[in-house]
Nanobody
Framework: QVQLVESGGGLVQAGGSLRLSCVAT????????MGWFRQAPGKEREFVAV????????DYADSVKGRFTISRDNARNTLYLQMNSLQPEDTAVYYC???????????????????WGQGTQVTVSS
């Protein structure tokens, strides 16, 4: 099992920045592909960003491309999401996720991720 704990959420004004962190504990070698997802009030959870084990491959939702950057530090078992130019529509609970499978075409599919954090709230005021 892998346990994931997110931190770094909060309230920020539009145009501001936040950096989310996700620390993995337990059988961390099972955290091959890792990603960030978010769920806004009244909406379904959606894909935000994903990164391969090495960090050499990344992908983003069109809505955050150019503003968000996903990265990981395997020595620290930590996943990051740097969020810049935040907008009110970025308001959501952000979840960290991990899966055993390698970086592949299923990387956008939430159901392919076995491990999830509890989420951290990000609120962007206009």
């Amino acid at each position: 099992q892998v346990q994931l704990v997110e931190s770094g959420g909060g309230l920020v004004q539009a145009g501001g920045s936040l950096r989310l962190s996700c620390v993995a504990t337990g059988r961390t070698f099972s955290s091959n592909t890792m990603g960030w997802f978010r769920q806004a009030p009244g909406k379904e959870r959606e894909f935000v960003a994903v990164i391969s084990w090495s960090g050499g491959s990344t992908d983003y939702a069109d809505s955050v491309k150019g503003r968000f950057t996903i990265s990981r530090d395997n020595a620290r078992n930590t996943l990051y999401l740097q969020m810049n130019s935040l907008q009110p529509e970025d308001t959501a609970v952000y979840y960290c996720a991990a899966r055993r499978a390698i970086y592949s075409s299923t990387r956008y599919n939430q159901d392919s991720y076995e491990f999830w954090g509890q989420g951290t709230q990000v609120t962007v005021s206009s």
